[in-house]
């Protein structure tokens, strides 16, 4: 699981990776799953969200 500063930069990474993948012979579905971050309870579980 990655996260990224916003869904363009997420976008990116993913059409950079599925042309790698494709250019290795990667032929089926390549799935890529986008999620928001749940602010509330990533400040409750002391989640580390930037460097």
């Known amino acids: 699981m990655y996260l990224f500063k916003d869904q363009a930069s ?5 059409e950079m990776h599925t ?5 290795m012979g990667v032929d089926g579905e390549i799935t890529a799953v ?15 969200l930037a460097r």
């Open 10 to 14: 997420a976008e990116t990474y993913q």
């Open 19 to 23: 042309t790698r993948l494709r250019d």
């Open 34 to 48: 986008s999620y928001t971050v749940n602010e509330a309870l990533s400040e409750v579980t002391h989640a580390k």
